[in-house]
């Protein structure tokens, strides 16, 4: 039964039943939903490539080496969680649906050395709770398989290592018991499925923390706000956005009431539309553009809300993948579960929208001429490096045609560089406007502590398509007010980006970076790769091009030595106007 309501979800895990009275495996698959499932793999020919997809990885796993004690920037047990999650997760699955042994006995070997670890490195607790979610996955699914004396060893772990932890995190409202960003999702989420497999053996936690889990996921929703686009970037709403959809998954079947919120279903469109025609992501923040496989989460939620939008869209893609990789599909950890949530063919097939505006802490603007894979695609944002993750690209765009990415965002840096999260945060070139596709006035950096740049006015149907943006808040003390604007031709793919600047300190620098070949000619400049051309045109105000190397300041930075910047210098007026068009 399915609740809306957010403050009854606060006292829901008092209700009747009790977390302890529920058979195992009370985890998303239920014993009584495996029929269905086969059933799926019968009808449907996308759940079974899928499914075998899967399977090979379990036959990986079997030759993998098991999760240790191995922290190697001396703060993170993270990859280990997560290679522990994969391993489990991939052989219960595989046993569950194919029955073999084998399987049964390689998730166990995993069980046991994650359990004998020393402790699951609570002072990082993203590394506890995907640990917990890891092992609270085996126990459940392998339960009525186990010895009693393997029950009692991950109810032990999960316990000690993961529940105790946790409820002295919460019960001193640590930072992530509140909804700040995926930490809350993540943390809030694994140990919610970890307390409700160990309820009834949990020494009175799991009721508990399994009320303050949901209640702490539930309330994240208002990271969406006010439209879908998550602030952390893509990347991260694979990562925040699957623990979320994990946890509200597990509920069915656990007979518990969630909050049916509308703002995640505009997430999952937000998703579909930052991913380009050749699969790479809009990368914003402290992200890389990966070639994108849709997520159990994105799965769920066109299944969840009945979406025929996202459902075309996720089968599509996932198919695309299998193509693309000869069917040896690896989405992760917790892909099994894609399996699980597929959405079916949807009955009616309506075109999908090939423009849209999202507002919130990151604005974001995302044009293109179709669907397929060689269409033109270009995608924009606003808003702030204040933000959870957050750069200084405000402004920045990319662009994608022919099949080929031609501007880039480069991506994140080293996370375990002195002081990225903290006081030298600004000193690394990835991070700064100089490394983005973006404006630098005067030589100064944008305004780390800036308020959202929104936008202020948008054209989404008709000719030409358009997003204005008021970068201002963004320069302020390098310019009196900057705003830039796109214009999309739905038909050609052609760009034209506009910038008004007024009264800028110092000369204007217009940047943007490629991995293609790049030739000055004139006013213009031709990038080539992969058989293809497109072209950079300076066609209004003043300004020379010119090409850099993208190499940082220091050499503990990446060196970025497969991009260059096409570079417009403007001098220094009153009022500066530059139109830069792209031309596929």
Known sequence: MWKS?????????????????????????????????????????????????????????????????????????????????????????????????????????????????????PSHFLDTAEMATAVATGYDWLHDTLTPEQRAMCERAIIE?????????????????????????????????????????????????????????????????PDGMY?????????????????????????????????????????????????????????????????PAQCWLATHFKDASQARYVRGLLTRALDEADGKLNGGGYFPLAVLWLPGPPAAEKPLPTAAVYGGEQSVAIFRTGWDANAAWFAIKGGTPAASHGHMDVGSFVYDAHGVRWIHDLGSENYNLPGYFG???????????????????????????????????????????????????AYAGAAEKVVRGARFDARTGIVRIEDQITKPSGQVVWRAFTAAAAEIQGDQVILKKDGHQITLRRTSGTGTWSITDAKPPTPAENQNSEFRAVVLTIPQADQVSAIVEIRP
Not at 436 to 450: F, R, V
């Open 231 to 295: 602030p952390e970037g893509p990347g991260y709403w694979h990562y925040g956005t699957n623990y979320h959809v994990m946890l509200l998954a597990a509920c069915r079947p656990l007979d518990r009431p969630i909050t049916d919120n509308a703002i995640l279903e505009k997430s999952g469109g937000a998703m579909m539309q930052l991913t380009s025609p050749t699969r790479l992501a809009f990368n914003f923040a402290d992200g890389h553009a990966r070639r994108e496989t849709p997520s």
């Open 161 to 225: 290592k993961a529940l105790k932890p946790a409820k002295a995190f919460y019960d001193k409202g640590g930072w992530w018991s509140n909804p700040r960003n995926n930490w809350s999702q993540v943390c809030g989420s694994g140990i919610a499925l970890a307390a409700a497999a160990v309820a009834g053996k949990d020494e009175g936690l799991a009721e508990n923390l399994f009320g303050r889990g949901l209640t702490l996921v539930e309330s994240c929703v208002k990271l969406y706000q």
């Open 423 to 473: 006081s030298n945060r600004w000193s690394y070139f990835r991070l700064q406007n100089r490394s983005h596709n973006t404006l630098e006035i005067n030589g100064k950096l944008q305004n780390a502590e800036a308020e959202p740049c929104p936008i202020v006015s948008s054209t989404l149907c008709g000719g030409p398509l358009a997003a204005i943006f008021d970068l201002s808040d």
């Open 5 to 121: 309501g957010g403050i009854w979800l606060a006292t829901l895990a008092l209700g009747a039943g009790g977390l302890a009275e529920k058979p195992h495996p009370r985890l998303w698959l239920p014993k009584s939903s495996e029929g269905a499932l086969r059933e799926k793999f019968a009808k449907d020919p996308l759940t079974t490539r899928l499914q075998a997809a899967v399977m090979a990885e379990a036959g990986r796993v079997l030759k993998a080496r098991t999760c240790r004690y191995d922290i190697p920037d001396g703060k993170r047990l993270l990859a280990q969680s997560r290679l522990a999650l994969h391993n489990i997760m991939h052989s219960a699955w595989a046993w569950r649906i194919g029955g073999e042994e084998k399987f049964r006995l390689r998730a166990i070997t995993e069980l046991e050395a994650a359990c004998a670890l020393k402790d699951w490195n």
